[in-house]
């Protein structure tokens, strides 16, 4: 019987390593402030809602996203997502574990900084999602990091979204879309507005689509971003196997 057991563990191991290996979001930006950690708790939520069985990769000392897995857990008593602080040098390893243990999307939150961590997530990335607003220093700090992705060549992996968008910013909004045209990467036709509702919603340990209800206009506007990311994913990934050929 323990044969058998084993045989049907390892049995179930291989069947992972050759499903489809789960879709990989990285979120960096050089500057900190521009809302990554928010926009990655609450796509996390998107995508589990959407039928993926989702994990956080927590790569910033400050362990924001950790901290707010505790907390979730302490006020609503759910783990899921799953959230696990690591680091540049064990990011390999937790992909992989993670796909043997059959997650289907993976989302690495990155610290405010352009460095080896950013690098190598965006090396082990699928999309590189850079979150900005639209003020001058932010724009600054985006010119930055798409130059950084251009050297590490991942800029046909990059979605840039405007994070905390607010009215009356037109002006910095149509610069951040010349930046995003002139590095080569895409701007996101969703823009995430500034809406008290996501920070109310984290306060209670939840996610927007939870706190605010699947039907609000900022849980719409995730659920939206969510399936622009899967859908950049598809297009980059035939793009790619076109320049290959």
């Given at each position: ?26 979120f ?6 521009v809302?990554?950690?928010?926009l990655?708790?609450n ?40 959230v ?10 937790m ?5 043997l243990?059959?997650?289907e ?27 900005t607003r639209?003020s001058?220093?932010?724009r600054n ?6 130059e ?7 800029i046909?992996?990059c ?28 701007l ?7 809406n ?16 605010a ?12 971003l ?20």
């Amino acid at each position: 019987m323990r044969g058998t057991g084993r045989a049907a563990r390892s049995e179930q191991k291989a069947a992972r390593r050759a499903a489809k290996p789960p879709l990989t979001i990285a979120f960096g930006n050089q500057k900190g402030g521009v809302g990554k950690t928010t926009l990655v708790i609450n796509l996390a939520a998107a995508l589990m809602r959407g039928g993926r069985i989702t994990t956080v990769i927590d790569l910033d000392p400050q362990k924001s996203a950790e901290r707010y897995g505790e907390h979730r857990a302490q006020e609503t008593g759910e783990e899921a997502p799953v959230v696990v602080h690591g680091s540049a040098d064990n990011l390999k390893d937790m992909i992989e574990t993670a796909h043997l243990e059959g997650v289907e999307a993976i989302l690495i939150d990155c610290p405010g900084a352009l460095d080896r961590t950013l690098l190598l997530a965006a090396a082990c990335a699928d999309v590189v999602v850079v979150p900005t607003r639209s003020s001058l220093l932010d724009r600054n700090s985006l010119r930055d990091t798409l130059e950084f992705l251009v050297e590490a060549v991942k800029i046909h992996k990059c979605l840039v979204v405007l994070n905390a968008a607010r009215d009356g910013a037109d002006g910095g909004i149509r610069e951040v879309e010349d930046l995003a045209d002139t590095f080569g990467a895409v701007l996101a036709a969703t823009r995430i507005e500034d809406n008290r509702a996501y920070s109310v919603s984290l306060g209670k340990g939840r996610s927007v689509l939870e706190g605010a209800g699947a039907r609000s206009k900022p849980a719409r506007a995730i659920d939206q971003l969510a399936r622009e990311i899967e859908t950049f994913h598809e297009q980059a990934a035939k793009a790619h196997k076109r320049r290959q050929k």
